[in-house]
């Protein structure tokens, strides 16, 4: 609360103004504002992170998969997404073509994709340069074009003797 003091006795003669000292107690707005703080962080709701959930399979026979019906992608620095329809076999090399990961690039080729064969896999293959958040983005488009089968796969020698070929 807000004290006043009185000031000193006054001495004979000439009659001064009373100086009052003020002095501002500021524990009832401390209070408040700790309340106010303790009520808002009580009453607001936090964010719950959004997680995606990946079944992984189970450790059995390999399956090959038909190169009819198969999409390779290898995700590269620079956020790239080199691709190619087919698997890599050293007989015969594929055509490499190369997007992004913005709704034009690697979404819409997933999605013309899907128009044209149903039943594809997809075998998401990953360079060293490639980061965590260029995978997590593949799996994204993945789950946004309703893609069924799709693989993470490791890069294999073919694949890299593609990619110095292609020089990249």
């Known amino acids: 609360m807000a004290d006043i003091q009185p000031a000193a006795p006054a001495q004979h003669g000439k009659p001064r103004a009373k100086k009052m000292a003020f002095r501002l107690d500021m524990t009832p707005m401390v209070d408040l504002a700790f309340l106010l703080l303790t009520f808002f962080m009580l ?10 959930e990946l079944a ?26 080199h691709y190619f329809y087919g698997v890599n076999e050293a007989s015969a090399a594929p ?10 690039g690697l979404r819409q080729v997933l999605l013309d ?16 340069e490639s980061t965590y958040g260029n995978l ?31 020089g990249l």
């Open 56 to 81: 992984m399979p189970v450790e059995g026979p390999k399956t090959d998969t038909p190169a009819s019906k198969a999409l390779t992608l290898i995700l590269c620095k620079h956020n790239q997404v």
């Open 113 to 128: 994709l899907q128009h044209r064969q149903t039943g594809t896999v997809v075998l998401i293959k990953s360079e060293q």
């Open 136 to 166: 997590v983005d593949a799996l994204d488009e993945m789950n946004i074009t309703s893609q069924k089968k799709y693989a993470l796969v490791d890069l294999d020698r073919n694949d890299r003797a593609l990619l110095q070929q292609n």
């Open 43 to 52: 009453t607001s709701t936090f964010s719950k992170p959004t997680v995606m």
């Open 95 to 104: 055509i490499l073509h190369t997007t992004d990961y913005s709704a034009h």
